[in-house]
């Protein structure tokens, strides 16, 4: 069966600090791969998605950079993060039909 | 700006009461999926609609896609306690999903 991992599962960072999110699937080859924010108590929203090592796609322009380095590992990275860089993230990867399967998510707080 | 627009954006009522979410858009989906998300956690896939029309169970929850697929409701019978957390819709466009913002139903015992 296929897994997928996030960690760290928090992280408090102060602002201007660099961010590293790490996200992997196992169980599965070639997955699209998503990373998504989430402010509290409301919808997702996607930041990068990813159909192949080496491939992203941003969705907004901000702060944040995400790459591939490897089929089933995708990572979500600032140099310098904003308090607004706050939130829930969320990992997820899809193989058809575009049903998306989630983390368990990462709990950012920048002060 | 959501294209997915489901409502209410939050809900209370008493274990055992029927409740109904709706979510819309104001343009044809190819496809629907719901979601169920618990605090601290990742969504939760629960259905995918495709054609207009069709309804779905999975248990006290039912699933409807407007004939027109513009719109879909999920409607639980019965809630329990276990029924809270925040329900998403969301819409496939090429390998993508955009999510509506979500509706938070809590359920009192």
């Known amino acids: 069966s296929q897994t997928i991992h996030q960690w760290p599962a928090t992280l408090v960072q102060p602002v201007g600090s660099p961010l590293s999110l790490e996200c992997t699937v196992e169980?599965?080859?070639?997955?699209?791969l998503y990373w998504y924010r989430q402010a509290a108590g409301r919808g997702l929203q996607l930041l990068f998605y990813?159909?192949?090592?080496?491939?992203i796609s941003s969705e907004v322009p901000q702060n944040l950079s995400a790459s591939r380095p490897q089929d089933r590992q995708f990572i979500l990275s600032s140099k310098k993060l904003l308090l607004s860089d706050s939130g829930f993230y969320l990992c997820?990867?899809?193989?058809?039909?575009?049903?998306?399967?989630f983390g368990p998510g990462t709990r950012l707080t920048v002060l | 700006t959501q294209l997915l627009e489901q409502s209410p954006q939050f809900l209370s009522i008493q274990e055992g009461e029927n409740l109904t979410v709706y979510c819309n858009s104001s343009s044809v989906f190819s496809s629907l999926q719901w979601y169920r998300q618990e605090p601290g956690e990742g969504p939760v896939l629960l259905v995918t609609v495709v054609t207009g029309g069709e309804v779905k169970k999975l248990k006290r929850l039912t699933f409807q896609f407007g004939d027109a697929r513009k719109d879909s409701s999920l409607h639980i019978t019965a809630a329990q306690p276990g029924d809270t957390g925040l329900y998403l819709c969301a819409r496939a466009a090429g390998n993508k999903l955009t999510f509506g913002g979500g509706t938070r139903v809590l359920v009192k015992p």
């Open positions: 990813s159909v192949g090592i080496g491939q």
């Open positions: 169980g599965t080859s070639n997955p699209n």
């Open positions: 997820a990867w899809s193989r058809s039909y575009n049903e998306q399967f």
